[in-house]
Nanobody
Framework: QVQLVESGGGLVQAGGSLRLSCAASGNTKSINAMGWYRQAPGKQRELVARIGGGGSTNLADSVKGRFTISRDNAKNTVSLQMNSLKPEDTGVYYC?????????WGQGTQVTVSS
């Protein structure tokens, strides 16, 4: 199993920045892709950004040019640097990892962007 602990959410004004971090523990050798999803009130959970084991990235069109995803394989962490935040970025952000056999989710961290 893999356990995920997220940190870094909070309240920020539009145009501001936040950095989310997720630390994985447990059977980390089985981790392939790591990423972040978000869920706004009344909406479905959506992919924000994903990074493969080799470093290839995939970002949602709505965050390209503003968000950056990175990972540290030695520390088993994945981070999401969010700049130029907009009110529509508000939601609960979930860390997500894909292993050889299962997917795992973090508990979620709230990001609120005020206008």
């Amino acid at each position: 199993q893999v356990q995920l602990v997220e940190s870094g959410g909070g309240l920020v004004q539009a145009g501001g920045s936040l950095r989310l971090s997720c630390a994985a523990s447990g059977n980390t050798k089985s981790i392939n892709a790591m990423g972040w999803y978000r869920q706004a009130p009344g909406k479905q959970r959506e992919l924000v950004a994903r990074i493969g084991g080799g470093g290839s990235t995939n970002l949602a069109d709505s965050v390209k040019g503003r968000f950056t995803i990175s990972r540290d394989n030695a520390k088993n962490t994945v981070s999401l640097q969010m700049n130029s935040l907009k009110p529509e970025d508000t939601g609960v952000y979930y860390c997500h990892v894909v292993t050889t056999w299962f997917d795992y989710w973090g508990q979620g961290t709230q990001v609120t962007v005020s206008s």
